[in-house]
């Protein structure tokens, strides 16, 4: 069992930044492959970004490519992701994820989830 507790959401203007921390509860960090994805008002929940255990593979979704850096840190049981250039389409519940295996943007394969936070992006 993994817990994920998300920090770091907020409101911020368009072009602004943020960066969302998520704290992992479990001594095998290093054994599952992690990731971030958002929900917004009315819409499903959608891959942003996903890193694989030693973070040298990553993967994110076209709309965030050059904006959005998903990063770990095995040492304290945390990944993070780097918000930049933030658009109002940004807006939406951000969560952690964790798996055990492989990476992947399918929402219904990863098995443990964080809370989400609130990240709201004001044009």
């Known amino acids: 069992?993994?817990?994920?507790?998300e920090s770091g959401g907020g409101l911020v203007e368009a072009g602004g930044s943020l960066r969302l921390s998520c704290a992992a509860s479990t001594r095998a960090f290093n054994t599952y492959s992690m990731g971030w994805f958002?929900?917004?008002?009315?819409?499903?929940r959608e891959f942003v970004a996903i890193v694989g255990l030693s973070?040298?593979?990553?993967?994110?979704?076209?709309?965030?490519?050059?904006?959005?850096?998903?990063?770990?840190?095995?040492?304290?049981n945390t990944?993070?992701?780097?918000?930049?250039?933030?658009?109002?389409?940004?807006?939406?519940?951000?969560?952690?994820?964790?798996?055990?295996?492989?990476?992947?943007?399918?929402?219904?394969?990863?098995?443990?989830w964080g809370q989400g936070t609130q990240v709201t992006v004001s044009s």
């Open 1 to 5: 069992q993994v817990q994920l507790v």
């Open 55 to 76: 973070g040298g593979v990553t993967d994110s979704t076209n709309s965030v490519k050059g904006r959005f850096t998903i990063s770990r840190f095995n040492a304290n």
């Open 38 to 44: 958002r929900q917004a008002p009315g819409k499903e």
């Open 79 to 112: 990944v993070s992701l780097q918000m930049n250039n933030m658009a109002p389409g940004d807006t939406a519940v951000y969560f952690c994820a964790a798996r055990r295996g492989g990476l992947t943007r399918d929402v219904a394969n990863w098995s443990y």
